[in-house]
């Protein structure tokens, strides 16, 4: 019995050691949608384990939209020299992301455009935010479009 005992304290030792590997799902986000909106930062959340940008966005009719925009965690954006200072309230940036699949205002990040011409990518997964998008995107906003899905209807 003592034997058993002690076995099954050094496998639950063992098993509370391990870290935690699991990661939810990005299938709330349409990934095969990215749009980009000027947006004014409310709040830059740089918290484990996503960091949150929420950002107001205008719409046509001038009414305005809270956007909550879900980012990697802080262990995965300083090495990209993103920082809990990156976005501070008031800032205007255009910021690119994958919208929710039910249709509440937000979406996994993609990148953002910041102020002084700098593009920064905080995405998790949930969004394509790496340098290929980014030079696409560039691309595509010279041209005017702003949905990924307008772009690929021309052809772009």
Known sequence: MKTSIKRLSWVLAA???IPALAHHSFAMFDRDTEIVKTATVQRWAFNNPHSWLYVNITNEDGSKTLLSL??????QLIPRGIT???FEPGDTLLVMYCPLRDGRPGGGIGWAKL??????SPADGGCNGNDASISRWQEWLKQGYTTSKEA???GK
């Open 15 to 17: 098993t509370l050691s």
């Open 70 to 75: 879900e980012g990697a965690s802080p262990t």
């Open 84 to 86: 809990g200072s990156t």
């Open 115 to 120: 102020a002084d011409g700098r593009f920064v």
């Open 152 to 154: 690929t209807a021309a």
